[in-house]
């Protein structure tokens, strides 16, 4: 993949089944882990779950309250939860700071041929001081 116009390798693995509980009923459970490298360098890793015991799903209407130049990585992680994954340059823009990486994935089957994705990710940004520098959140598919 290209970030911030870097090449990067991306190592991902990925595992569902029709047992396990879901966090939702219609839900397939599923887990997925992936690691980013630059030149062969660990730049981040995220995790995702639709599974109920470890679901990584977080509540998106508290984006709006991350606020850039106040909010610190405390306050953000108090508001959305404990993240998934980490990501430092270039997966962010700043060469300096890091972030904190939420994602959530479930895939649902009402019934035979129909089945619909979801995916949404959300990308808090630190300066070095520890205050919110970005908030890349995106959504796509339908719930």
């Known amino acids: 993949m290209t970030k911030n116009e870097k090449q990067l390798k991306v190592i991902t693995y990925a595992y569902a089944t029709t047992g396990g509980k ?10 997925a882990q992936a690691f980013y490298f630059y030149n062969d360098t660990l730049v981040g890793h995220e995790f995702g779950s639709s599974f109920a015991v470890d679901h990584s799903d977080f509540d998106d209407k508290k ?28 997966l962010i823009k700043s060469t300096s700071g890091d972030a904190v990486v939420y994602v959530y994935t479930e895939t649902t089957s009402d ?12 990308i808090v940004s ?15 598919g339908n719930k």
């Open 111 to 122: 019934a035979p041929f129909s089945v619909k994705q979801f995916r949404k990710v959300l």
């Open 22 to 31: 879901a966090v939702r009923e219609s839900v397939v459970p599923a887990r």
């Open 126 to 140: 630190f300066d070095t001081a520890g205050l919110v520098s970005d908030v890349d959140f995106s959504s796509s």
């Open 63 to 90: 984006v709006p309250d991350i606020v850039k130049g106040k909010t610190t990585r405390a306050e953000a992680i108090q508001l959305v939860g404990k993240p998934g994954g980490y990501y430092i340059y270039p």
